[in-house]
């Protein structure tokens, strides 16, 4: 069985947030939105019919969990979200991974989408670590209910 | 209980295709990419977390069946479908749907995703009777196994 790994791609765009049951989810690295990227470790799946049906469900949950971590980390940014935009596409990076979204009517793109926008701005140190420590409280505390 | 309503801006780009178990699916009507909408028929809902877990999993499978319809679309217009991209923005019209659309490496928009581009582009009459036809076709032989 092939092994899991992440596309680079992603991997050069993201830091790691939590390993979910299904996903690993990790913080999309663009200050201009609060947005999780959760990325099933399902090698070689591509699109979400190869995901088992089972495992669609526990995507979409997790979808919601990391929903409530981007309306987190807008709080904790000063910038609470309005809107959440979710998406499954994959034309840049095959690799199977959803994108969750905060969005706001003041936002650089809004009502457009967020994705391929060019102008990917780098968090400052200090709001990365407080975007960071608002979406692990969520989805840990997320995983342990999970768990209980 | 309030009734359940379509918008009248996403009854205007669309054309009725199926009543599925959770979701009116829709056909997009724009020429550039074979298009479904689905809009659960809960009304206020405008997020997915305001679905119960259950609804979430079964707008999933519709995705996935919607997904295998647009599939099918693509055959029928001669333009095999390359990619899935699936999506739940909501930015423009708040009421709850989800986007199915098929893409391919030489589609209007590739690699960008095709929410709010201008251009859209009504079918020629034979060409919706067809895209239609094999929509519906799909969508009604995964209503008949659900039910079956």
């Given at each position: 069985?092939?092994e ?8 050069s765009?993201s ?7 299904l ?10 939105w ?8 399902k ?10 049906p ?20 807008g709080?904790a940014?000063g ?6 935009n ?62 209980s």
């Amino acid at each position: 069985m092939a092994e899991f790994e992440i596309d680079p791609r992603i991997l050069s765009g993201s830091e790691p947030l939590a390993r979910l049951k299904l996903c690993d989810a990790r913080l999309g690295n663009d200050a201009r939105w609060p947005w999780i990227i959760l990325i099933p470790r399902k090698p070689g799946a591509r699109e979400i019919e190869h995901l088992a049906p089972k495992d669609r469900a526990q995507l979409m949950e997790e979808a919601v969990i990391a929903g409530h971590a981007v309306r987190a980390m807008g709080a904790a940014l000063g910038r609470p979200v309005e809107k959440l935009n979710i998406g499954a596409l994959g034309n840049v990076v095959p690799q199977l991974h959803a994108h969750v979204v905060g969005r706001r009517a003041d936002d650089a793109a809004w009502p457009g989408p967020v994705w391929n926008l060019p102008g990917a701005t780098a968090y400052e140190p200090a709001a990365l670590a407080r975007a960071k420590a608002a979406a692990l409280d969520l989805l840990q505390s997320a995983a342990l209910k999970a768990a209980s």
